[in-house]
T-cell receptor, first 111, second 118 residues
Framework: GNSVTQMEGPVTLSEEAFLTINCTYT??????LFWYVQYPGEGLQLLLK?????DKGSNKGFEATYRKETTSFHLEKGSVQVSDSAVYFC??????????FGAGTRLAVHP | ETGVTQTPRHLVMGMTNKKSLKCEQH?????MYWYKQSAKKPLELMFV???????ENNSVPSRFSPECPNSSHLFLHLHTLQPEDSALYLC?????????????????FGPGTRLTVT
């Protein structure tokens, strides 16, 4: 079945460091791919998405490219801020009404 | 109010109590979802409602009973819960098509209800 695998956290970085959070997926067909972010005490928010191979989603300085050949959708940001500290979830569309989420990766950014 | 709201934000209940969680969406969506988020476990989809009809029930124990009286409101009725049911319960909504067509996978989440079962 469809599934998403994310790198285990926590990821701890200093402010202005480069961020990569790895995400790979297994799916039949051509799913859409998403990154959601959950700030402390809040629900999940859509961060970015890509709907077909080679699409790049971007938002708030974060980027991810839909790589069909490597079944990956890695999240990157060139310079993280303390305010980026949160849990990041990779997800794929698993059917006409489902999102399948990865386990989440906690990011902690220190000044 | 905008977006998706959930009440209460925190709930402590005994195993013999009956309580309900409420979710309301102000986005004009026609699909609503309940998720369970436990520590160190992936987000678990519990129920999906589309146009007020339940279309998904992922083997959730009967002590959880959802209700969707209209497309803006979703409830989760709880009774005789177990300590392992303690978790963050998240509600989400999205705009879906009919007959499985035109679904938007962009789900909008509420802040969750932190449930503790003692």
């Amino acid at each position: 079945g469809n599934s998403v695998t994310q790198m285990e956290g926590p990821v701890t970085l200093s402010e202005e460091a480069f961020l990569t959070i790895n995400c790979t997926y297994t799916a039949t067909g051509y799913p859409s791919l998403f990154w959601y972010v959950q700030y402390p005490g809040e629900g999940l928010q859509l961060l970015l998405k890509a709907t077909k191979a080679d699409d790049k989603g971007s938002n708030k300085g974060f980027e991810a490219t839909y790589r069909k050949e490597t079944t990956s959708f890695h999240l990157e940001k060139g310079s993280v801020q303390v305010s980026d500290s949160a849990v990041y979830f990779c997800a794929l569309s698993g059917g006409y009404n489902k999102l399948i989420f990865g386990a989440g990766t906690r990011l902690a950014v220190h000044p | 109010e905008t977006g998706v709201t959930q009440t209460p934000r925190h709930l402590v209940m005994g195993m013999t109590n009956k309580k309900s969680l409420k979710c309301e969406q102000h986005l004009g969506h026609n699909a609503m979802y309940w998720y369970k988020q436990s520590a160190k476990k992936p987000l678990e989809l519990m129920f999906v409602y589309s146009l007020e009809e339940r279309v998904e029930n992922n083997s959730v124990p009967s002590r959880f009973s959802p209700e969707c009286p209209n497309s803006s409101h979703l409830f989760l009725h709880l009774h005789t819960l177990q300590p392992e049911d303690s978790a963050l319960y998240l509600c989400a909504s999205s705009q879906g098509g009919t007959g499985g067509l035109g679904w938007s996978y962009e789900q909008y989440f509420g802040p969750g209800t932190r449930l503790t079962v003692t």
